[in-house]
């Protein structure tokens, strides 16, 4: 019972086993099983369950043995990303290899393995509490809504207080939420509340990237016909963001540098973007979202407190089989 859990065990059951399984994990947790789905993206492919509980969607992502971390290029680069990296280097004079300064930003080659885990599609906001406009706590700061009722009448579509309030215009309304300090070990307890906890580094490396030995879950560079966030081109209006397209497992991951993922360690540690240090300082598309790679060493912050303009969590629930 408990390899099934685990590829590539779990993609040989057939769909009616598939389902008995993915029931008993519904009832086990209390989830709605909403029924299997496959996920197919960049030659990676996964047939797994789908679940919802309070508001979140949650798949079934089956463990594996794989190696994680980068020495070197397994593809190499195109010459568009070369000359991206060749200007770059150029302005700061920088006259070493692009793999010897890539390297020096991604964690070490090694073999780990990752349990069975119920895993968040999407990322979550931390902090930001929703409120109706005749909330107390807001009318009684005449002054934010001042500033806001100005800021709508100019044509805005958002507006952010740091540190008090944000405005947002979504589906044709606005939206308001109070903004709440929070702290690692805080969003650790509420989601233990929960029932849920955080990935951690390795655990998160697998859910982005599934084991690739790329740099990134398609390759060892951007593809000049993607569309990315921050970097998009004239006509791609009407594209989706490749990135935040779901994965091989169904998960909306790594898709935007300016959002980090907060993970499971000793100290409050992330994954999943620098907010958006590398783009601010001019580095590029390549380097620019070098941190989404599943490969980068995980950053350590300063203290407790978390942005939540730029930290984000994804729940999970690790699964015994």
């Given at each position: ?180 300090d929070v702290t690692y070990p805080q969003l650790k307890e509420l989601l233990r509340k929960q029932g849920f906890s955080l990935p951690t580094a390795d655990e998160w490396a697998y859910l982005c ?113």
């Open positions: 019972m408990e390899k099934t859990g685990y590829l590539p065990y779990f993609e040989q059951l057939e769909t009616a086993d598939k389902t008995a399984l993915m029931q008993t994990l519904a009832e086990r947790y209390r989830l709605r099983f909403q029924g299997l789905q496959t996920f197919s993206r960049w030659g990676q492919s996964c047939t797994t369950g789908v679940f919802e509980k309070d508001g979140r969607e949650l798949v079934f992502v089956p463990g594996g043995a794989i190696t994680i971390g980068w020495e070197q290029f397994h593809e190499g680069l195109d010459e568009e990303n070369l000359a991206e990296l060749d200007y770059v280097f150029g302005e700061c004079e920088y006259n070493g290899t692009p793999e010897d300064f890539i390297r020096e930003d991604m964690a070490p080659v090694r073999q780990v393995t990752v349990p069975p885990m119920l895993a968040g599609r999407e990322l979550e906001e931390i902090g930001w509490e929703p409120v109706e406009f005749q909330d107390p706590r807001l009318l009684a700061h005449p002054d934010w809504l001042e500033e806001f009722e100005e800021h709508k009448r100019s044509g805005m579509r958002g507006l952010n207080l740091v540190g008090h309030v944000r405005f947002d215009y979504t589906d044709g309304q606005w939206r308001a939420y109070l903004y709440h990237g599934g084991g690739c030995r790329t740099l990134f879950p398609w390759g060892d560079g951007l593809k000049s016909d993607m569309r990315i966030l921050h970097f998009e081109s004239p006509g791609d209006e009407d594209k989706p963001y490749d990135m935040k397209e779901p994965n091989f497992f169904g998960l909306s991951i790594a898709y935007d540098p300016y959002m980090r993922e907060v993970v499971e360690a000793d100290t409050f540690t992330t994954c999943g973007g620098d907010g958006g240090c590398n783009i601010c300082g001019g580095m590029g598309p390549l380097l620019g979202f070098l941190p989404c790679s599943p490969h980068r060493k995980p950053e350590v912050q300063e203290d407790d407190l978390l942005d939540i303009d730029f930290d984000f969590c994804r729940p999970i629930i690790r699964v015994e089989l």
